[in-house]
């Protein structure tokens, strides 16, 4: 019976994502138009002279715009996700996580980065993999999802430092 509860709660769950996805690409369309407004306003070859006028927005659309995809599609994540998953009785999500994870984790990792934003998100992706393995090492410890064979990548705080 139990089973069947949560197989009906994570259908639930499923809904309501499809739910707030469709909400959100009516909202992408409002970006978009306020984009193409904005792109008329600025005058020809001025584009670096005024886009720290929008470069915040855009970034947290950009967040936004991404986070949905992965809701959808299961491409991009927050940690946070990962203990939501196995709340709803989701095992094998955290796992996907932490694959998905891990290899942004690598490509941040041919970059030379410096002390800049990007710096700052690259460094939180460290810490969101450690959270999901945890999550992971939980579950596996509590014989609810299978160890994996391969083995994790190391993150150290080492690297790039």
Known sequence: MGRMATEGSLSNITLAV???CAQAYVQFQEVKAHIQEVAKIVPTNQYYKYNNLWSGPMQQACFL????MYLEHERLITS???VNAVTAG???RPVRIGKFL???YSGFQLLNLKNDGLRKRFDAIKYDIKKVE???YDLTVRNLIVASIEPAQQV???SHA
């Open 18 to 20: 499809s739910a707030l």
């Open 65 to 68: 715009a991404t986070l949905t």
């Open 80 to 82: 946070r996700l990962a």
């Open 90 to 92: 989701d095992f094998a």
């Open 102 to 104: 891990k290899e942004l």
């Open 134 to 136: 945890e999550i992971i």
């Open 156 to 158: 150290d705080s080492e």
